[in-house]
């Protein structure tokens, strides 16, 4: 796939920038598919830094972050979890949503991420590993509404003092945005979606839907466009469709509000 720049719309890159040269740790804060991955690669690809990443869920385990006992050929040998690579190349380590992890889990984040950015390695040798200068950390956190996410405990959140909020762009990043992704023919279209998008997560903000439309789905949008479907017939499949979910009270008000915008 085509890498495509990050617009960076917010100052997020020259926040993380100022972080990495001060040595202090980030944590992204914002709804699903609003960029955050992205800002991270983009960021890694202009410092030229390798990335290591790992997404969380309550099934994420420690040996995922520290390692694994392996048996080859009659030998026990220990492969290095992401964390541990990440510590000894000083690489950058992404921890994508890292509130969705168990608490044993981020206990032993925690013991990585202290002032000493040190950790045993009691499964294998007992070597205290201490991460390389260079070693950058950047976590996301989905806000609490987000289903399967707690609170991060304060400790751990303590460890992430540099803070960036990314919200949904305004309209007009939004379509900057979009631009990047698809051939900028049908822009009328794709402002009327992004509108679209908007009062969808308006509406869900006040919990009058369960669902907010991201990114992702406005860019969607501008994709089935380019490939000749029409502005109705793709609203309904990117935006409406998947309100049937909560049944179809949620699914018919959404539909209404698809049909005033883009007509039968
Ligand atoms: N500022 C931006 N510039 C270019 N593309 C963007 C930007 N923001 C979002 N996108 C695009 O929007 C989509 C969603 O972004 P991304 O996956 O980075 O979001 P996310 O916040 O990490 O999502 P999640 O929390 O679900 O993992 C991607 O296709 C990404 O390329």
Known sequence: MEELEYLDWNNSIKILDKAHEAGLFVI???PKGTGKTSLVRDFAKRKNVNLESINFSLRTRESHLVGTKTLTDGTISFDEGILIKSMREGDILYLDEINSAEADVLL???EALDDRRQIVLKESTGEVVKAKESWFVVATINPLTHSGT??????????FPVRIRLEYPPENIELEIIKKHVSGKHES???QAIKLANTLRQAAAV???FYSPSLRETIAFGKLLDKGMSSKEAADIVFGN????WGNIEYQKV??????MFGN
């Open 28 to 30: 992204i804060i914002g």
């Open 189 to 191: 279209e794709i402002i």
């Open 150 to 159: 707690k609170e991060l405990p304060p400790q751990l959140l303590s460890r």
């Open 108 to 110: 032993r984040l925690d």
């Open 207 to 209: 919990e009058e839907l």
């Open 255 to 260: 539909s209404d509000i698809i049909t005033s």
């Open 242 to 245: 998947v309100y049937t979910q």
